[in-house]
């Protein structure tokens, strides 16, 4: 696991003025681990891909139920 690519980015900017208070560390851990559109902690699953030998890591707001972010992990 010492390679990790982001597969795909599709969460949308937060609040501009949040963004201006936090660092650059802090906005990242709260993009993260939380909904982009209502604040809202996301769950994580993580799907195994036997045959490309990777995980699908896929983070959903439970309250929007949609899916933000998905990344892939290879397992090579
Ligand atoms: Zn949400």
């Given amino acids: ?11 949308s900017d937060m609040n501009p003025d949040v963004d201006d208070r936090l660092s650059a560390i802090q906005e990242f851990m709260h993009d993260q681990n939380h909904c982009c559109l209502c604040g809202s902690e996301l769950s994580f699953s993580h799907k195994l891909d036997h045959f490309n030998l990777t995980i699908e890591e896929d983070a959903r707001c439970g309250s929007c139920h949609i899916s933000l972010r998905t990344k892939t992990h290879s397992l090579q």
């Fill in 1 to 11: 696991m010492d390679r990790i690519k982001p597969f795909t980015e599709t969460y």
